[in-house]
């Protein structure tokens, strides 16, 4: 069996994913729910990105793909291409969380993408486009309505489409 490598994004309606170094919304269900996806296994990330968490996240491996030879980090494992990032998270499942350069780099890997979508449109420096419906199919979505001053928001669920062999 394939392993599974989810790409875990919260995405604006206008394709925003960061504002100002990190994400824009704080919506505790989806803090949660990225817990609850990338708990016990490793999570492929850039530098900004990790740099951009609260810390390091407990149950998870930190692995960071950077350009820069001499980054390093207590408690993150440092890979410079795909390839060594791919390595280190090994043969079982994985994530990916972000940000845009990684997943445009890692996207013939993943299997799955879990989004949050988020029905505003956010300003922001980082942007990125839905999965391509040639290539993902819509397979689940949970609707949730605006809270603690957040706006409404969905839970989506991507699969890569089956290849029609010859």
């Known amino acids: 069996m394939m392993a599974k490598v989810l790409f875990v994004v919260a995405r604006a309606t206008n394709g925003c994913i960061a504002k ?15 817990k609850q996806l990338t708990l016990g296994g490793p999570m492929v990330m ?3 990105t990790f740099e951009a968490l609260p810390g390091l996240l407990a149950g ?6 950077t350009r820069d030879k001499d980054w390093q980090a207590k408690g993150a494992e440092v890979a410079h291409s795909a390839e060594e990032a791919l ?14 350069e990684i997943f445009a780099l890692l996207a013939d ?7 949050t979508e988020v029905h505003e449109d956010t300003q922001g420096e980082v942007f ?3 999965p391509d419906p040639a290539i993902w199919q ?18 989506v669920t991507y699969a890569r ?6």
Request: charged share 30%; net charge negative.
């Open 60 to 65: 998870r491996r930190h692995i960071v793909l």
């Open 87 to 100: 390595e280190l998270a090994g043969d079982g499942d994985f994530s990916v969380i972000g940000g845009a």
């Open 138 to 155: 819509e397979v689940s979505r949970e609707s949730h309505p605006a809270v603690d001053g957040w706006p409404p928001y969905d839970f």
């Open 128 to 130: 990125m486009p839905l």
């Open 161 to 166: 489409r089956e290849e029609k062999g010859d």
């Open 20 to 34: 100002d170094g990190d994400v824009p919304w704080q919506i505790s269900a989806d803090l949660k729910r990225f």
């Open 46 to 48: 850039g530098r900004k």
């Open 109 to 115: 890997y993943a299997t799955h993408w879990e989004i």
